[in-house]
């Protein structure tokens, strides 16, 4: 009964939202509930879900704006001398300036057993976050990384090398959420935003990574986490509320997802920025299974994958309406009880970092509150091996490795 009330709550925002839009804002509805509760709970949701876009068009694709990549400081802090001396273990941790990346960057910082690379696009916002939550001056590093440029990732990588610290985990976290897009945005080099931050920049990150992180002067508990979404998974019913992500034969990444030469889904649909970014967590997940399964056997490290809960005050839903921004969090709160405040989504991700036992290699992580952590289940299309495999083979030829 409490998931039919879920949607049908769902659908009311989305209607309150349309109907603010006839009123003299622009917008196109595109909305997104959080709930991670299972589809089978209700047998009504999909009754529910079908109403949520009524109406709702896509847009053509236009001329591509294209992403700026902007230099900054390699990096801050201590001396390449010092960093080789410590030994704390090392984790980078990519959008670690706001929300659920510096929650997590605060914990692990706060313990004083690990030293954070802070990898962040916007340098000095990364500085002022780490400042403004007390995070122990010589526990954490900022340094420059924008995931929408291949070259950013591989610089970034240069400089971490120099460094001289050893790699023990890689947390891939930033994410780019574009819900109210009516045309798309692109990467420095070309590819749609949401895709080529979320999968296609964190995809050549952790590639260049694994020969620091299977190092073997490295012996402690080595790990890759990627964190997904719940809005990828169609076996819940927030994964069923339109738009559903859907990566197809995969046809419009393998042209490009540039809007001239191909689509700029990777479905090869119209441009949707909701689905995008749905689709761009499937990517994240099916990513983690596949360096699972080359990985894991010969080099030890450990992949997995998670969903921390609903962040409903989360910055990654700066771009969406501001009325939904103002009824998400209470929706959340008070009528699915999905709600999960960023400390708390810090604390689990921070779980996954270090908890040694969360070391199990290929697993989806999810939380409840009755028996906290538990491996949970990937839908059929975020699992499915021969997708992955594909996904690999197209997504290493678009960043260069092959």
């Known amino acids: 009964m409490a998931t039919c009330v879920a949607a049908a709550v769902s659908s009311s925002l989305t209607a309150l939202t349309s109907e603010r839009a006839t009123t003299g804002i622009t917008a196109s509805v595109q909305s997104s509930a959080f709930v991670g509760i299972k589809v089978s709970v209700c047998k009504d949701a999909s009754a529910l879900l079908k109403a949520v876009n009524a109406g709702t068009s896509r847009q053509p694709l236009v001329e591509p704006v294209r992403a700026q990549s902007v230099a900054a400081p390699a990096s801050t802090n201590a001396s390449t001398s010092s960093k080789k001396t410590d030994t704390k273990s090392t984790v980078i941790i990519t959008g670690a300036s706001s929300g659920l990346g510096l929650a997590t960057a605060k914990v692990l910082a706060d313990s004083g057993e690990w030293h954070v690379i802070m990898a962040c696009r916007d340098f000095l916002k990364a500085e002022r976050a780490a400042k403004s939550v007390g995070m122990p001056k010589e526990n954490y590093t900022v340094m ?209 970092v270090s908890d040694p036992s969360m070391n199990k290699s290929g697993v989806y992580w999810s939380w409840n509150n009755q028996s906290g952590s538990f491996e949970n289940e990937l839908s059929q299309e975020a699992s499915d091996a021969e997708k992955a495999k594909k996904l690999w083979e197209v997504s290493e030829k678009l960043v260069g490795l092959a």
């Open 144 to 352: 420059h990384c924008d995931l929408s440029s291949l070259n950013s990732v591989k610089q970034f990588v240069d400089n971490f090398r120099r460094s001289g610290r050893p790699l023990d985990v890689l947390v891939c976290n930033a994410a780019v959420y574009l819900p109210t897009a009516k045309e798309p945005r692109y990467t420095a080099d070309g590819f749609e935003l949401s895709v080529g931050t979320n999968h296609l920049g964190h995809f050549l990150l952790a590639n260049l990574l694994m020969e620091d992180i299977q190092h073997k002067e490295n012996n402690n508990s080595r790990r890759v986490i990627i964190v997904g979404s719940i809005t990828g998974n169609t076996n819940t019913v927030a994964g069923n509320v339109p738009p559903k992500a859907n990566l197809g034969d995969l046809r419009g990444l393998a042209g490009g997802l540039d809007g001239v030469r191909s689509s700029v889904m990777i479905d090869g649909g119209e441009f949707d920025g909701a689905k995008a970014y749905k689709d761009s967590k499937v990517c994240n997940m099916l990513t983690m299974q596949e360096m699972h399964r080359r990985f894991h056997e010969k080099t030890g490290v450990t992949f997995a994958s998670l969903y921390p809960g609903c962040i409903a005050t989360t910055g990654l839903f700066r771009e969406h309406y501001s009325l939904f921004r103002t009824l998400f969090p209470p929706f959340q709160k008070y009528i699915t009880k999905g709600y999960v405040s960023e400390e708390e989504s810090g604390r689990r991700l921070a779980q996954v």
